[in-house]
């Protein structure tokens, strides 16, 4: 067999291969509990609060839209 006329090989991590995370509702979810998550120094939580703000606006906006359902 000649390796230069097989398919590529897929990559355990293509899109394909994990198709829950394209849902933009579950990507919000991951990011918020990473943030809560995190230890973050007393000087980050200012930057992160912002974040998180705009993070819960854009999980309401999704929520509203139906992704969740």
Do not use: F, K, M, Y
């Given at each position: 067999m000649?390796?230069?006329?097989l ?6 991590f ?13 990507k919000v979810?991951?990011l ?9 120094t007393?000087?980050?939580?200012p ?6 703000n705009?993070l819960?606006s854009?999980e309401?906006?999704?929520r509203?839209q139906?992704w969740?359902?």
């Open positions: 000649d390796p230069t006329r398919p590529p090989a897929l990559s355990q293509a899109p394909d291969s994990q198709p829950a995370c394209h849902s933009p509702w579950l979810r991951v918020i509990r990473a943030a809560l998550t995190h230890p973050w007393p000087e980050a939580w930057e992160i609060r912002e974040h998180l705009w819960l854009e309401s906006r999704l509203r139906g969740r359902d």
